[in-house]
């Protein structure tokens, strides 16, 4: 039986990246910057990283630790609320643009090293991922994809790279940056929420699944025999799979991978575990 399946559904698409400009792209920021000063820090940081990408004429607002945003969903798909420093962790100041009907911008402004970590808890229910290549996916308990976020990166005031990760823990997703002595401030993290009007869904059997994840060389031999031609383009994920697929299918859980766009062109991959 053909396990190559097409489902049309909504999509919440989260991409999480960091930077942070230089004293004289921000103006002069204190290190002891109030929340007040997050708007503009952050409006400055998008325009220095050429993110003019905010279609909606809104002012970035500050949100208080437990306030809840809802990514805009489609009528297939239900909405997915996102709740902003869950845990009420001091020394960051977080933020929310609304880019689009469909997008919004989320950003956490550090102004000194006394905190390098933020937060964002995800809808009840949903299971997240940490894969291999940095990027989280988030689905339900069936397989189906309710949020992608991208690799995260930081750059501090200086232009320098600051090393950064993701821990995922139960529905909260934490950013991690690790400062070095040499770190410059202020550090803007700018989570970007986005919802699609559908995607592709590729199913696998425990066998293929296991197939898919055992090696990489067994990966791209399977997917080279898709009748699915986006599948072919797919052999670029072998090496998560197979460093990412034995905890899962030892959990019970196959594999499911979802594709934005359609054949043999799309704009990205996003892989799930459901219980097989």
């Known amino acids: 039986m053909n396990p190559f399946t097409h489902r049309r559904t909504g999509l919440a698409l989260i991409t999480v990246v960091c930077a942070s400009l230089s004293a004289s792209l921000l103006g002069a ?24 990408d905010d279609d909606v004429t809104d002012a970035v607002r500050v949100l208080d630790p437990g306030t809840v945003e809802t990514i805009p969903a489609s009528a297939d798909a239900p909405a997915v609320p996102v709740v902003v420093n869950p845990d009420n962790r001091p020394g960051a100041s977080y933020t929310a643009d609304t880019l689009a009907d469909d997008s919004i911008r989320f950003a956490a402004v550090f102004s000194s090293r006394t905190a390098s970590t933020a937060s964002w808890k995800l809808a009840e229910g949903s299971e997240l991922d940490a894969l ?10 069936d397989g189906n994809l309710l949020a992608g976020i991208e690799a995260p990166w930081a750059v501090d005031a200086t232009g320098q790279r600051v090393p950064t990760h993701y821990t995922v823990s139960g529905t909260t997703l934490t950013q991690h940056l690790n400062y070095t002595p040499n770190t410059v401030f202020p550090v803007v993290a700018d989570p970007k929420i986005t919802s699609f009007p559908g995607y592709w869904t590729v199913k696998f059997t425990r066998s293929e699944s296991i197939t898919v994840t055992s090696t ?3 990966c791209a031999a399977f997917f080279s025999k898709s009748p699915v031609p986006a599948l072919k383009a797919l052999t670029i994920g072998c090496a998560v799979f197979a460093a990412y697929g034995t905890p899962q299918l030892a959990n019970g859980k196959c594999l499911s991978v979802h594709i934005l766009g359609a054949p043999p062109v799309f704009a ?8 097989c």
């Open 29 to 52: 920021v204190p290190a002891s910057a109030s929340p007040s000063d997050a708007p503009a820090i952050v409006q400055r940081a998008e325009h220095a990283l050429g993110l003019q």
């Open 132 to 141: 291999p290549d940095g990027r989280v996916s988030v689905g339900d308990a």
């Open 216 to 218: 990489v060389a067994a």
């Open 268 to 275: 990205t991959w996003w892989p799930t575990w459901p219980k």
